[in-house]
Every structure is written in C-alpha cells, then in structure tokens.
C-alpha cells in the first residue's frame, strides 16, 4: 500500500464549477497535510495546509480533514482556466518524513 | 526572504561531464531535500540533509553526490550520468525543531538536466 495516494485523473471541470480533489494516506498517525499545484515545467508551489479535522477555507479553496477516515481533500470553488494544473497531496507521516501522492490532472476547461 | 534559489535553471551534460547543481536558502531552515521529478510524476525524493547531515539517501546510483557545506548551502555533484537521468532537480527546505519538520516544503523553481 502506498503511504499517499491520490485519483491520478484527468479530471475535467467547466469553469465556474467546483472541483474536488481527495487524497487518502496509510500512516494513521500523521499530523501535516498539504496541497500543493504544479504547473507543467514549473515546481511545486503550497497552495493550503491543514493539521485539524474539519475544514479549512482561503479564498476559492477550502482543504477538508478527516484524521478517522485517513482522507483529505481539496475542494476549489468557482474554478478558473488558470486552475488547470497538476494537484500534489503530501502528507508529513509518523517518520518526520514527507511521502507524495502521485497527483490529480485538473482542466478547467473555459 | 522566503526563497529557496537554483542554479542553473537549464543544465545539458554529456555522459562523460562533471557538473553541479546548486541550492541555496537564507530561511534558517535546517532540512534540505533533493528530488528529481520525470515528467508527469510526483517528485521522488532522493538525499535529505538535517542540520548538514546526511539523513536520508533513497538507494541513488553514486553517479549522484550530494553536499552541504553550509546551513544555507546544498549541492548535487553530477557525474558520469545517462540519459535517463534526465529530469527536473527539486531543491527544497523545510523548518525544523529539534530535527522535527515543523512546516512545509519550500521549493526552488527546478534546475532542468539534460543528458545526452
């Protein structure tokens, strides 16, 4: 089983609709989630943390943790062309150690 | 300053060159990641330093040589490499307390390695 694992996609949304992306991880204990988006050729860029059960809202994007089901998501509201991205969950497990998902494709299509 | 900086952004190597990636940080952060990253896949670690100690080096071939001179400072020595290892390098910190990951990744934006 893998430590994080993430709907690899493409998932396609219309602009204006919400998009959801989940992620669910192996190591119960875990404490530190994170969002990030990657555009094609470019790095990795933190979009939202989380470290509580329950929801957590900056501007479009709200993550949602449930510590008991393993599961985090990333819910975009109102979705842009420039949404179009790779989205990357990372989940800093037990072990100090960073594991990623291997990503959700997300189109916006206009 | 919340940067993390590489250099080169763009490097092409021949198989017999000897090359470095450079990283560098001024965030106090005292965790520093290398990761490569093929298109399309999530980048995949490969050498952690904690307060510029080799913590972590995920079974990379030798032809890979990392090095932290400073608590600012990490470097990938490149050698002998194949085309395979063609990618993007992710330099990346993190904040850490008593060696324990407090916060998240900052990543730099990628040296982009072709090897011919």
């Known amino acids: 089983q893998k430590e994080v694992e993430q709907n690899s996609g493409p998932l396609s949304v219309p602009e204006g609709a919400i998009a959801s992306l989940n992620c669910t991880y192996s190591d119960r204990g875990s404490q530190s989630f994170f969002w990030y988006r990657q555009y094609s050729g470019k790095s990795p860029e933190l979009i939202m943390f989380?470290?509580?059960?329950g929801d957590k809202e900056d501007g479009r994007f709200t993550a949602q943790l449930n510590k008991a089901s393993q599961y985090v998501s990333l819910l975009i509201r109102d979705s842009q062309p420039s949404d179009s991205a790779t989205y990357l969950c990372a989940v800093l497990n037990t072990g100090n150690q960073f594991y990623f998902g291997t990503g959700t494709s997300l189109t916006v299509i206009p | 300053d919340t940067e993390v900086t590489q250099t080169p952004k763009h490097l092409v190597m021949g198989m017999t060159n000897k090359k470095s990636l450079k990283c560098e940080q001024h965030?106090?952060?005292?965790?520093m990641y290398w990761y490569k990253q093929k298109a399309k896949k999530p980048p995949e670690l490969m050498f952690v330093y904690s307060y510029e100690k080799l913590s972590i080096n995920e079974s990379v071939p030798s032809r890979f040589s990392p090095e932290c001179p400073n608590s600012s400072l990490l470097n990938l020595h490149l050698h002998a490499l194949q085309p395979e290892d063609s990618a993007l390098y992710l330099c990346?910190?993190?904040?850490?307390?008593?060696?324990?990951?407090?916060?998240?990744?900052?990543f730099g934006e990628g040296s982009r390695l072709t090897v011919l």
């Open positions: 965030m106090g952060h005292r965790a």
């Open positions: 989380i470290y509580s059960n």
């Open positions: 990346a910190s993190s904040q850490t307390r008593a060696a324990i990951n407090t916060g998240e990744l900052f």
